[in-house]
């Protein structure tokens, strides 16, 4: 396939459409867990920067630990119980470091990720949510068309 | 301690869900942004699937005064879309498309794959202390402004 053709949206062998619905599934559980049980968004880059003190206001810091270390321990149960997950890397260190710094800094300036704007404010249907979601799926997009491009791709 | 045992089981329930799914492998979470080459729409499937419970949850706080384990809701109620939030987003999304890792499953990923997850989940909060000095900062300098 061409680096740059017309999308393809047929349906390839390699997606996992069911897992990713039962699993979708379960992460709105969880959200919706801590909305109706604490009243707060279940967003990850914010938890975690309040558990680390690295943002003022936001959850009470043992609640904003309890939600980040569930994260590893839930991943952790999965795997005991199913065997080891797929998880390739095959892009090295050095890129994951320097895209965890972007994605550090994007984060905190918009506010929220995948999670936070991306799952609990879209279905809130709040515009800055919406807003986000769009920006940092299209950034997304056209920073991997570029990598690609680029030879670069993975 | 209840609210703590309430965050901590949405949390592991949450990474869970992110393991059953797929997305704590880069390769497939970057593959849902290779939009114009090798298309993975699974992580569709998993923010659709997501938004159903939450979608309801949002429904049912409606007939809520409060959350159960609290006295109050704490929901963001800004509703301006900000420079700050539109360039941070992008900026979000460009680290998103480099090595196929948001905070969720980068986090996650340390019961997995320790040694990358770790080395992304130092660099991200690096980044997070980067702005939040900035942002600590800027605040002072306002604030003596006006004294």
Redesign the interface.
């Known amino acids: 396939?061409p680096?740059?053709?017309m999308?393809?949206?047929a349906?390839?062998a390699?997606?996992?459409?069911g897992?990713?619905?039962?699993?979708?599934?379960?992460?709105?559980?969880?959200?919706?867990?801590?909305?109706?049980?604490?009243?707060?968004?279940?967003g990850?880059?914010g938890?975690?920067?309040r558990a680390?003190g690295?943002?003022?206001g936001g959850?009470?810091r043992?609640?904003?630990w309890?939600?980040?270390?569930?994260?590893?321990?839930?991943?952790?149960?999965?795997?005991l119980a199913t065997g080891?997950?797929?998880?390739?890397?095959?892009?090295g260190?050095a890129?994951?470091?320097?895209?965890?710094?972007?994605?550090?800094?994007?984060?905190?300036?918009?506010?929220?990720?995948?999670?936070g704007?991306?799952?609990?404010?879209?279905?809130?249907l709040?515009?800055?949510s919406i807003?986000?979601?769009l920006?940092?799926?299209?950034?997304?997009?056209?920073?991997?068309?570029i990598?690609?491009m680029l030879g670069g791709?993975? | 301690m209840r609210r703590t045992l309430i965050s901590l089981v949405s949390g592991t329930i949450f990474g869970a869900g992110l393991a059953v799914s797929g997305m704590l492998d880069p390769v497939r979470v970057r593959g849902f942004l290779d939009l114009f080459g090798r298309w993975d729409p699974t992580l569709a499937f998993v923010m659709g699937g997501a938004m159903i419970p939450m979608a309801i949850a949002w429904l049912v706080t409606r007939g809520m005064t409060n959350p159960f384990a609290d006295t109050q809701f704490h929901l963001p109620d800004t509703t301006r879309l900000t420079p700050s939030l539109i360039g941070g987003s992008a900026l979000f999304g460009i680290g998103w498309g480099l090595a196929g890792l948001c905070p969720g499953p980068g986090i996650a990923s340390l019961a997995t794959r320790p040694v990358e997850a770790a080395t992304f989940v130092v660099a991200m909060l690096a980044g997070f202390a980067l702005v939040a000095l900035i942002q600590r900062r800027s605040r002072s300098a306002m604030q003596g402004e006006t004294v």
Do not use: E
């Open positions: 396939m680096a740059f053709g999308p393809d949206f349906m390839p390699f997606a996992m459409p897992q990713g619905l039962i699993g979708g599934l379960m992460i709105g559980i969880a959200a919706a867990i801590m909305l109706l049980g604490n009243g707060r968004i279940a990850v880059s938890m975690a920067a680390v690295l943002s003022d959850a009470p043992s609640i904003a309890a939600f980040v270390i569930g994260l590893p321990i839930g991943a952790a149960i999965v795997v080891p997950v797929v998880a390739r890397y095959p892009m260190l890129t994951v470091a320097v895209a965890g710094v972007v994605v550090g800094i994007g984060t905190r300036l918009g506010s929220g990720c995948t999670s704007h991306g799952v609990c404010g879209m279905s809130r709040s515009k800055r807003v986000a979601t920006c940092f799926i299209a950034a997304g997009i056209v920073t991997v068309a990598v690609n791709g993975w």
